[in-house]
Each structure stands twice: as C-alpha cells, then as structure tokens.
C-alpha cells in the first residue's frame, strides 16, 4: 500500500513561532501537494511540487513556504505562525507530472492549533 | 474556472435505504474525476477514479457514474459503517485537483 505519512497528528504552536510540517510518501510518486481542510471552506490547496526542488504556488499560498530537496519529502513551513493558520493540513501524493490524471493519496492529516 | 458542487450538504438515512450524492462539475479539459471518503479527523481514502461519460465503477455498496457535466454516487442499502463526508474532485488541463465542499452522509440503524 502507498503510504502517505505526516509527522504529527496534533499540533500546538505560539503565534508567531515558524513551524515545520513534514510529510513524507514511500512510492516513488513525482507529485506532491499540501492542503488545508476548514470547515465550510473545504479542501484549498496551499503549494505543490511535480519534481524535487520545484514548487508551485496554489490557491493560498500566503503566509506559507514548502521545500522539497528530496523525492520522498515535501514540508510545509509557516513562516510566522498566526491564529488564521488554525486547520487541519493535509499532505497528498500522486504518480504523474502535470498532465497526469492519477488521484492522490493523503496522509492521516495534521491539526494544527495556533495559539 | 473549474469548479465543483456537492450536494445534498448533508445526507442522513436510515439503514437499508439507498440514495445518491450528487457531483456536478465545471472543468477544462477532463482528466479524471475522483470520489474519496473521508472519516472524522482522518485524511480523505480514495474511492474511485472515472475518465469518460458513461463511465461506472463499484466497490460493495457503492457505485459512481460519470456524464458530461456531473457525477452520482449511488449508496445501496446503506449501513452504519458507511456514515462518512463523501468528497469529489477534479483534475482538468491545470493539472490540479479541485475539491467540492462534500456530502456529509449518517446512516441509521
């Protein structure tokens, strides 16, 4: 089974602190994405990566940065933690460059409380 | 702009009687339309992935169709296990996939 693995289940972190969000796939899968999930507003794709050390910015990328010096890796970085940045972030993984029409598959999810 | 609509926003049934959800859907150039289940605090599990109008796929209890502009999530005889949010997405020529807001299904024993 592929396998999507996202580093914590449950965060808390102060306002204004830069905080890591890792996520992690074991099956060679070219694309990866990071989403936000809020209630009301759905799934909003924050940035993705068809290849290592690329990076696209999606629907809401302020306050966010990824990197992505490995394959296997893609992370997720709040810059400046603020409240508005309460969610539950989402990490999925695809085969396929841009054009491909692979479904991704997500990781277990990361809530995400800023305090 | 591509774009998705679920409805109903909310589904509740009781055990054994069927529906269907709803997807319908606005995109440039269809690359594939995709329908996850997704449990509390979980992330969303892949369901099924259709690619052309006519298309129809089933797994147990569940069937999805495919026409032009919407897609139907059919639930036969549904049992408490099956009360999840139901999401669709899809992926057109931007290569992204686009999210609806999702069905939130509870069925009744």
């Known amino acids: 089974d592929v396998k999507v693995t996202q580093s914590s289940r449950y965060l808390v972190k102060r306002t204004g602190e830069k905080v890591f969000l890792e996520c992690v796939q074991d099956?060679?899968?070219?694309?990866m994405f990071w989403y936000r999930q809020d209630p009301g507003l759905g799934l909003r794709l924050i940035y993705f990566?068809?290849?290592?050390?690329?990076?696209e910015k999606g629907d809401i990328p302020e306050g966010y940065s990824v990197s992505r010096e490995k394959k296997e890796r893609f992370s997720l970085i709040l810059e400046s933690a603020s409240t508005n940045q309460t969610s539950m972030y989402l990490c999925?993984?695809?085969?396929?460059?841009?054009?491909?029409?692979?479904?991704?598959?997500f990781g277990s999810g990361t809530r995400l409380t800023v305090v | 702009e591509d774009q998705v609509t679920q409805s109903p926003e909310a589904l509740r049934l009781q055990e054994g009687e069927s529906s269907s959800l709803n997807c319908s859907y606005t995109?440039?150039?269809?690359?594939?339309l995709f329908w996850y289940r997704q449990d509390p605090g979980k992330g969303p599990e892949f369901l099924f992935t259709?690619?052309?109008a006519g298309e129809e796929k089933e797994k147990e209890r569940l069937k999805a169709t495919l026409t032009k502009k919407e897609s139907f999530l059919h639930i036969t005889a549904p049992k408490p296990e099956d009360s999840a949010t139901y999401l669709c997405a899809v992926r057109g020529n931007t290569g992204k996939l686009i999210f609806g807001q999702g069905t939130t299904l509870q069925v009744k024993p």
């Open positions: 995109v440039s150039g269809l690359r594939g």
């Open positions: 099956m060679d899968h070219e694309n």
């Open positions: 990566s068809y290849d290592v050390k690329m990076k």
């Open positions: 999925a993984s695809s085969f396929g460059g841009q054009g491909a029409a692979y479904g991704y598959t």
């Open positions: 259709l690619y052309s």
